[in-house]
């Protein structure tokens, strides 16, 4: 595995961070509405906490409510308050959400949004009240290329996931065809348009389709997948849809590898498919989730916990969430308790996260890019390893 770790003296800080927890009860709620007082300092987190998808974002929000309640465990000059917006994952919730934060709720930072369709609508919001934000989980890559300040990202975009999974795919089965389809969300269609380009550029002849994100019946684009008889099918979007279209799929006979990307790293996939339909099917993601990566060091500290505070094991960017909290936290803990402070702490900032290093470029990506492949095994989703070394099971 070639993932990096963090060193021995990170995972002794994580380990006294989570005893503090422990004890530390309720999530740094000191200070009332209306805005940040003279010791409490306000963080947002926004995302899909209630909707179809909100099994990808729960992780990430727990994630960081636990740093913030291990920070505000150890008696800080300034606690930490977590705001939730839940958005339901919908780019016409999040701008008025996010216009409440920034105007009413006076946050410093956000953590989000979570999803990509949702930051592109938010994200010109922020810039231009000029809030940090570090997202845990949207990875449409067009986000850093709009010359934001003040956008950040601790995980790989789809540039990287989407030609990492399709190389994973060309190596482990040497497809002369393959389908591509997403529904029309903005994170869909990003990373099924980033896997089909990688196909064709390494000789694979591919059929590209598309549905409307509220279809419920992929008939029509099951038909057309059965009748191009491919070796291997990419879906680009979250568990909700893609667990009914893996479904159609088995139902119509179609046997070919089915494989898809982190929106759908999630027990909802197997759940919407049935275990049958899902066996065997392929998950990528700039994430590791439960495994091997979690027997030692700093990630099995994090990892026991999470399921010691929350009585369930982490999941899809619970790490990822937790090390976007740390990034607000190091800044705070730096003296930087306005939002252009924080803003030019991140700029320079570098640490040994729980799921990856930290270090944002001058668009906002993490400079971090590993992609991990899981596949679904008798019903659960298991961690295969680095996208470069991974073999199928």
Same mark, same amino acid.
């Given at each position: 595995?070639?993932?990096?770790?963090?060193?021995?003296?990170?995972?002794?800080?994580?380990?006294?961070?989570?005893?503090?927890?422990?004890?530390?009860?309720?999530?740094?709620?000191?200070?009332?509405?209306?805005?940040?007082?003279?010791?409490?300092?306000?963080?947002?987190?926004?995302?899909? !906490?209630?909707?179809?998808?909100?099994?990808?974002?729960?992780?990430?929000? #727990?994630? $960081?409510?636990?740093?913030?309640?291990?920070?505000?465990?150890?008696?800080?000059?300034?606690?930490?308050?977590? +705001?939730?917006?839940?958005?339901?994952?919908?780019?016409?919730?999040?701008?008025?959400? +996010?216009?409440?934060?920034?105007?009413?709720? /006076?946050?410093?930072?956000?953590?989000?949004?979570?999803?990509?369709?949702?930051?592109?609508?938010?994200?010109?919001?922020?810039?231009?009240?000029?809030?940090?934000?570090?997202?845990?989980?949207?990875?449409?890559?067009?986000?850093?290329?709009?010359?934001?300040?003040?956008?950040?990202?601790?995980?790989?975009?789809?540039?990287?996931?989407?030609?990492?999974?399709?190389?994973?795919?060309?190596?482990?089965?040497?497809?002369?065809?393959?389908?591509?389809?997403?529904?029309?969300?903005?994170?869909?269609?990003?990373?099924?348009?980033?896997?089909?380009?990688?196909?064709?550029?390494?000789?694979?002849?591919?059929?590209?389709?598309?549905?409307?994100?509220?279809?419920?019946?992929?008939?029509?684009?099951?038909?057309?997948?059965?009748?191009?008889?491919?070796?291997?099918?990419?879906?680009?979007?979250? %568990?909700?849809?893609?667990?009914?279209?893996?479904?159609?799929?088995?139902?119509?006979?179609?046997?070919?590898?089915? $494989?898809?990307?982190?929106?759908?790293?999630?027990?909802?996939?197997?759940?919407?498919?049935?275990?049958?339909?899902?066996?065997?099917?392929?998950?990528?993601?700039?994430?590791?989730?439960?495994?091997?990566?979690?027997?030692?060091?700093?990630?099995?500290?994090?990892?026991?916990?999470?399921?010691?505070?929350? #009585?369930?094991?982490?999941?899809?960017?619970?790490?990822?969430? %937790?090390?976007?909290?740390?990034?607000?936290? /190091? $800044?705070?803990?730096?003296?930087?308790?306005?939002?252009?402070?924080?803003?030019?702490?991140?700029?320079?900032?570098?640490?040994?996260?729980?799921?990856?290093? +930290?270090?944002?470029?001058?668009?906002?990506?993490?400079?971090?890019?590993?992609?991990?492949?899981?596949?679904?095994?008798?019903?659960?989703?298991?961690?295969?390893?680095?996208?470069?070394? $991974? /073999? !199928?099971?």
């Amino acid at each position: 595995m070639s993932r990096k770790r963090t060193v021995v003296a990170a995972a002794a800080l994580l380990a006294g961070a989570l005893a503090l927890s422990a004890c530390g009860g309720g999530g740094g709620g000191a200070g009332g509405g209306g805005g940040s007082s003279a010791n409490t300092i306000k963080i947002g987190f926004m995302g899909d !906490l209630t909707g179809e998808n909100s099994g990808i974002v729960i992780p990430p929000r #727990n994630g $960081a409510k636990m740093a913030i309640d291990a920070y505000n465990a150890s008696n800080p000059p300034k606690q930490i308050e977590l +705001v939730e917006y839940d958005s339901q994952g919908s780019p016409d919730q999040a701008v008025p959400l +996010v216009t409440k934060a920034i105007q009413q709720d /006076k946050i410093v930072g956000l953590i989000g949004p979570a999803f990509s369709g949702e930051s592109k609508a938010a994200d010109p919001v922020l810039e231009q009240a000029k809030i940090p934000s570090i997202s845990a989980s949207a990875t449409n890559p067009g986000l850093a290329k709009n010359g934001w300040k003040y956008f950040h990202r601790v995980v790989a975009a789809d540039s990287e996931q989407g030609p990492a999974i399709a190389d994973f795919l060309v190596s482990a089965k040497s497809p002369k065809k393959a389908f591509v389809i997403s529904d029309d969300q903005e994170y869909s269609v990003g990373l099924a348009d980033a896997v089909n380009q990688d196909f064709t550029s390494k000789g694979v002849a591919v059929e590209r389709d598309q549905f409307a994100q509220a279809s419920s019946d992929y008939s029509s684009s099951v038909a057309k997948i059965k009748a191009d008889n491919p070796d291997v099918i990419f879906f680009g979007g979250y %568990y909700s849809q893609g667990g009914r279209l893996l479904k159609q799929i088995r139902d119509a006979g179609v046997t070919a590898l089915f $494989a898809t990307g982190d929106g759908s790293l999630d027990v909802g996939l197997i759940n919407g498919a049935g275990p049958q339909a899902a066996e065997g099917a392929i998950v990528g993601c700039p994430c590791a989730v439960p495994g091997a990566s979690a027997t030692q060091g700093s990630l099995k500290t994090f990892y026991d916990g999470y399921k010691s505070k929350f #009585n369930v094991n982490p999941a899809v960017y619970a790490t990822e969430g %937790y090390d976007a909290a740390t990034a607000f936290i /190091k $800044a705070i803990q730096a003296g930087d308790a306005t939002s252009d402070g924080i803003n030019n702490f991140l700029a320079t900032l570098s640490f040994d996260g729980v799921a990856k290093p +930290v270090k944002f470029q001058p668009n906002g990506d993490v400079v971090s890019t590993d992609i991990f492949i899981h596949q679904v095994k008798n019903g659960q989703l298991e961690l295969l390893g680095n996208s470069k070394a $991974a /073999k !199928l099971g």
